[in-house]
C-alpha cells in the first residue's frame, strides 16, 4: 500500500506526519520516500547512514552539425522550446528540456543523438529496520518530477510506503502522489490552511485518489476546516493539537514516536484509520 502525504502549502507539518507515521509502522516492512526532492528534510529527523547512491539525469539533444542540414524539424516538435535552430546553428537549451526524445526521433537526417545530463541523486539508508530513500536535486534545476519518478522506480510492492509528497498542487506533487492507493492531506485550521486544502483536495480528486484529511495544531485557527471537510465529504483522521513538547522535539529535530510516551500509538491509530477510510472510500 502506497500512502501519500501532502498539503496544499508549507509548513503544515507534513514531513513531520511522514516520518512519525513511518516510525511507528517500522515493526511491519515499511519504506519512507522522501520524494519532496528539492527540499528534503526527512533525514533530519531520521539521520540515516546511506549505503547506496546513484546519481539521476535525463535524456538532453545532443546535434551533430555535421549531418544536420538545419531545417528546423526538431524545433517545431519541441512543445518545451529547448531548440533554436539558425541559417547554419542549432542552440540546445538543457534547461528546458523534458527528456522526451521527439526531436532525436523525427530527426529526419538522425543528426540528434542524446546524451545525460545530470539533475540530482538518490540517497539509500536503513534506520532500525526502516528503509529510508529520498532525491536531492542540484541546486538551480527546475525539472523535478524526472527525479522525482526515479525515487518512486524504488518503491517495494511487498511493503507500506509512506511518500512526502511537495508541498503544493503543481507538477511535482502529481508526479509524487501519482498512483498511491491514499492521500493524507495535512493542514491547519486558518483561513490559509483551508484555501491551499481546498486546492490540494481538488487536486487528488482530478488524480482519482482517496483522501482524508490531518488537522495539525488544531485548537488555533476557527472552524473553517473542519466545516469544509464535513460539507466535502473528506473524513478527518486525526487533530493534533498545539503542544509546546512537540515543537520543542520539533526544534531539535526529534520525533514525538521515538521521545514521547502514547505518541507511536497514536500514529499507528492514524494508520488504521487510514486503511478504514480507504475502504469506505472505494466501497462509494
Known amino acids: 500500500m502506497n500512502i501519500v502525504i501532502a498539503s ?41 547512514e546511506f549505503d547506496y547512491r546513484v546519481e539521476v539525469g535525463i535524456p538532453v539533444p545532443s546535434v551533430d552539425h555535421f549531418k544536420c542540414t538545419f531545417c528546423g524539424k526538431c524545433a517545431e516538435v519541441c512543445m518545451f522550446n529547448a531548440l533554436a535552430v539558425f541559417q547554419d546553428q542549432v542552440m540546445v537549451l538543457s534547461e528546458l528540456c ?17 546524451i545525460d545530463r545530470p539533475i540530482g541523486v538518490i540517497e539509500r539508508g536503513n534506520v532500525n529496520g526502516l528503509d529510508f530513500i529520498h532525491g536531492c536535486l542540484n541546486p538551480g534545476e527546475a525539472m523535478s518530477p524526472p527525479l522525482i519518478n526515479a525515487v518512486k522506480k524504488m518503491i517495494s510492492k ?8 511537495p508541498p503544493g498542487t503543481s507538477c511535482p506533487v502529481v508526479t509524487a ?25 481538488r487536486m487528488v480528486s482530478k ?38 513538547d512537540l515543537a ?12 514521547l510516551p502514547g505518541w507511536k500509538e497514536r500514529f499507528h491509530d492514524i494508520y488504521l484509520r487510514i486503511l478504514s477510510a480507504r475502504k469506505v472510500a472505494l466501497q462509494q
Open 8 to 48: 496544499g502549502k508549507g509548513g503544515t507539518g507534513k514531513t513531520t506526519v511522514a516520518v512519525n507515521l513511518a516510525l511507528a509502522l517500522k515493526d511491519m516492512k515499511i519504506q519512507l520516500l522522501d520524494c519532496d526532492v528539492e527540499e528534503p528534510n526527512a533525514h533530519l529527523f531520521l539521520k540515516p
Open 98 to 114: 523534458h527528456g522526451c526524445g521527439s526531436c532525436t526521433y523525427l530527426c529526419p537526417e538522425k543528426a540528434i543523438t542524446d
Open 158 to 165: 511487498d511493503c507500506i510506503t509512506i511518500i512526502d509528497a
Open 177 to 201: 502522489a501519482a498512483g498511491c492507493d491514499y492521500c493524507v492531506l495535512v493542514t491547519e485550521p486558518t483561513p490559509f490552511g483551508l484555501s491551499d486544502l481546498d486546492l490540494a483536495s
Open 207 to 244: 488524480l482519482g485518489i482517496p483522501a482524508g484529511v490531518l488537522i495539525n495544531r488544531s485548537d488555533i485557527g476557527d472552524n473553517g476546516v473542519e466545516e469544509y471537510c464535513s460539507k466535502k465529504n473528506l473524513p478527518v483522521l486525526y487533530k493534533i493539537p498545539w503542544d509546546l
Open 248 to 259: 520543542r522535539l520539533y526544534a531539535r529535530g526529534e520525533t514525538a514516536v521515538l521521545n
